[in-house]
């Protein structure tokens, strides 16, 4: 059970750590920028928005009880540039996040074994969890890159900035060794 529960223990702190770096990329940006398209094939980062926020309501509204695929669901609308402020795409961000994170939290190790399906395939619980750890920070990695190259002044990095390697690993070499989670650090940086 132990194991169980520090794997919910560290997704949950994985899953907070992915969010608060797009949230920072997005804070880095002025609003205009969100809506940005670079070409046709080419989503802007509030279409990115758009789309992390309709998959966590699919996948996460009932999670236990009802197919990860709602019927409600319009993915292909998800892919249309059609926020109109910063403040509607922040609400959307949110709006999904909360739904996710309210239902990850809710979670019991004893339910990780558990099936859940997602178009009719069946996932235990941990299964669908790790298809979203890989699927939402491979869409926040896409927000940190496009927010990268939008930024007209200098970028306020959200990792070890360039040519700091040596002084991020000397102090972190200069600490006892201890087990915890890589988020538990990064989470009170990133603040």
Request: charged letters at 30%; a negative charge.
């Amino acid at each position: 059970m132990e194991t169980k529960e520090s794997y919910l223990e560290s997704v949950k702190k994985q899953f907070l750590y992915y969010k608060m770096l797009g949230e920072k990329s997005i804070d880095q940006l002025e609003p205009q920028q969100l809506f940005v398209s670079i070409n046709e094939d080419t989503n802007s980062i509030a279409t990115i928005i758009k789309h992390i926020s309709g998959n966590m309501l699919s996948r996460w509204t009932d999670f236990l009880t009802s197919d990860g695929e709602k019927e409600w669901r319009n993915r292909d609308a998800e892919f249309e540039n059609d926020l109109q402020s910063k403040e509607e795409a922040l609400d959307i961000w949110n709006k999904g996040w909360k739904v996710f994170l309210d239902t990850l939290n809710s979670l019991k190790p004893e339910q990780l074994s558990d099936i859940i399906y997602i178009r009719n395939e069946g996932h235990t619980v941990i299964e669908a969890i790790n298809r979203q750890l890989a699927h939402y920070p491979y869409h926040v990695g896409q927000i940190v890159f496009y927010a990268k190259q939008l930024k007209n002044t200098s970028w306020e990095s959200l990792s070890i900035p360039k040519n700091k390697s040596g002084n991020y690993n000397a102090e972190k070499f200069a600490k006892e060794k201890e087990i915890k989670n890589f988020t538990d650090d990064e989470l009170k940086r990133l603040q």
